[in-house]
């Protein structure tokens, strides 16, 4: 009998960012392992035209939680969806409901963020530090809680290159922070964000760093514990491989890829890939939540779920995997054949950007005019060649997580849940979690259909073949127009072709002799 999975049985759970990406797959394995939990509540906002219930129904009714149904076909009545936004004071809670969650909550999962390198500070700080505070000071009001968990991100002290299960101290309290961005205007705001990140790369790792020392301050007497994931990528195993609903991380870069949009990066060949799992990162984080409430630390304890020091990939290395699997799982109605080009040399990447991105996006505008229709093309490619400087940063830099509490909780875990809630990334075969990856972004992000593969294949053959047309007519066209221009170039022509015939005369003359 899984511990952990018992322990979740009977108990209230309160889950911030629920519809998100983490938070749907931490949802669904409470479910599947503890279906005798009593309740989760989940703090939602109602978005893009659909009320709380609506958003509720979709997930419910989603494939990655087929297998729940089964084991828990009362989950609906388990599931309370409270209308909150955590950008609002009391995060805009009504008072019954409130009263409701301070008094029966047993658990908190603390995943609501916002992961957008290019928030404005001040709504980074919003979501990221005061909201934070805000629950931190709900929790400490509720009697029955027994542990406080905070998904933070191993980014946030990206500007270190070795770093420890420790909260490092930002050179401004956070306090400081919330009270002076209360009365600052935002033009004033926007010109101290860059002194404030400082060799951060984006708000977004800045507002977590503070999020951290807002959790190790506020914390009284809670049992508090804090989880840092690298980059979070599809399921490796649970519910399913490949699951991922998002753009965020490789996944967008993947379709960008995979669809021949791009075909050059400036990265670092040799930097390592500290890609996570979604599973591992949920299965950590439900055995902190145990251990955090069973075992009580006496100060805060923070988990490293990272992949490099256990079981390094570099970039050079997923690079080349994420190309080779889409000779198996092509991408339907491709742009362009993909290719891969991984370059850490800015003059290089500045050619390429030309030749591979731009100069195409514009041929294919130009096409489009002809055509009567409208280009769109150009603007797309400038679109993602901005998402793709955002990344860089993360692909030319290796960093070291020490993961001694990780592994210490690895150890503390009995062979059964070390299998139930395993995240021993140790295990992960990197060509087969990849290969699942990509499948899992034609599948569940694209919605692409398995049969269309043959045909994703023809129309990859019919590129390869108009790029062998196109290369070659360009081609013959510089050369025509340098004979026209150049003595030497006109020589070297003739001296070609004269060798060609004179190679064609002998082989047809050896050949006669020999009949
Ligand atoms: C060379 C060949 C290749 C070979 C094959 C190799 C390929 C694989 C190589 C692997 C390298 C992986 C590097 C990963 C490094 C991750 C590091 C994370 C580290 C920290 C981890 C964390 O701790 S935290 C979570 C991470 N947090 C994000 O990862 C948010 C990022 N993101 C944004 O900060 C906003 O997205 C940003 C960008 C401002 C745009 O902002 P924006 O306003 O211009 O765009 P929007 O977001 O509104 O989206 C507008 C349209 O772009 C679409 N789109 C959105 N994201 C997209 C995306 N990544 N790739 C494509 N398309 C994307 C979207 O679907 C919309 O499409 P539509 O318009 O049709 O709806
Ligand atoms: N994805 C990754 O690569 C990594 C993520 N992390 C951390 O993991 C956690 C979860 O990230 P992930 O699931 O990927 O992110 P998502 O962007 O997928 O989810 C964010 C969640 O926060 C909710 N949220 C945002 N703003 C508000 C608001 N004002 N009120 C209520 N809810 C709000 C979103 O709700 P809504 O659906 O309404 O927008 C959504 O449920 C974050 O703390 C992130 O920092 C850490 C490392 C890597």
């Not at 029966?104 to 919003?126: E, G, P």
């Not at 508090?224 to 519910?239: D, F, K, L, M, Y």
């Amino acid at each position: 009998m899984s511990m952990i999975a018992a322990f979740y049985g009977g108990k209230s759970i309160l889950i911030t960012g629920a519809t998100g990406f983490l938070g749907k797959v931490l949802m669904e394995k409470l479910f599947r392992t503890s279906p005798d939990l009593k309740v989760i509540y989940i703090l939602v906002r109602p978005k893009a035209g659909q009320t709380l219930q609506q958003r509720v129904f979709q997930i419910l009714n989603s494939k990655l939680f087929e297998k729940v149904k089964e084991v828990c076909p009362n989950v609906h009545e388990k599931i309370r969806a409270i209308y909150a936004d955590l950008n609002q004071s009391d995060f805009a809670i009504s008072k019954e409901d409130m009263q409701e969650l301070l008094s029966c909550t047993n658990i908190i999962f603390h995943c609501a963020a916002t992961v957008r390198f290019d928030d404005s500070l001040r709504h980074a700080v919003q979501l990221n530090v005061t909201a934070t505070q805000q629950l931190l000071l709900m929790a400490s009001q509720m009697p029955k809680l027994e542990a406080f968990i905070h998904i933070s991100t191993a980014f946030s002290n990206c500007n270190l290159k070795h770093i420890d299960e420790v909260i490092y101290p930002c050179p401004v309290e956070p306090k400081k922070i919330i009270d002076s961005l209360e009365w600052l205007d935002d033009s004033i705001i926007d010109e101290i964000t860059p002194k404030l990140i400082g060799d951060r790369p984006n708000t977004y790792t800045y507002t977590k760093a503070l999020g951290e020392m807002v959790v190790q301050q506020e914390s009284g007497n809670l049992n508090i514990a804090i989880i840092r994931p690298s980059i979070v990528g599809a399921t490796w195993q649970e519910p399913f491989p490949g699951w991922v609903d998002n753009l965020n991380g490789p996944s967008g870069l993947i379709i960008a890829a995979g669809k021949g949009f791009l075909r050059s990066i400036k990265a670092t060949p040799m930097a390592v890939a500290d890609l996570i799992p979604v599973d591992t990162v949920v299965n950590l984080t439900l055995a902190v939540g145990w251990y955090t409430a069973v075992h009580r630390p006496k100060s805060t304890l923070i988990y490293h779920c990272t992949s490099g020091n256990l079981n390094p990939c570099n970039w050079g290395k997923m690079g080349f995997t994420i190309l080779a699997s889409f000779e198996k799982i092509p991408y339907e109605r491709a742009f362009r054949r993909p290719n891969a080009d991984f370059t850490s040399n800015k003059f290089m990447i500045q050619y390429w950007n030309a030749v591979s991105h731009h100069a195409p996006a514009i041929i294919y505008d130009f096409y489009l005019r002809l055509t009567g229709r409208k280009p769109r093309m150009t603007k797309l490619m400038n679109r993602l060649l901005r998402t793709v400087s955002m990344l860089e940063y993360f692909v030319n830099r290796s960093w070291e997580w020490s993961t001694d509490n990780t592994e210490m909780l690895m150890s503390e875990l009995s062979p059964e849940d070390q299998r139930v809630f395993n995240f021993d990334v140790r295990q992960l075969n990197w060509l087969e979690y990849i290969e699942n990856y990509v499948l899992g972004v034609k599948k569940y992000l694209l919605k692409e259909d398995m049969a269309g593969i043959p045909e994703a294949r023809q129309h990859l053959k019919r590129l390869r073949n108009i790029h062998y047309l196109f290369n070659t007519a360009l081609f013959l066209i510089v050369w025509r127009l340098l004979i026209a221009r150049s003595q030497m170039a006109r020589n070297v022509w003739f001296f070609i072709v004269s060798f060609c015939y004179k190679f064609l005369s002998y082989f047809r003359a050896s050949s006669t002799l020999k009949a």
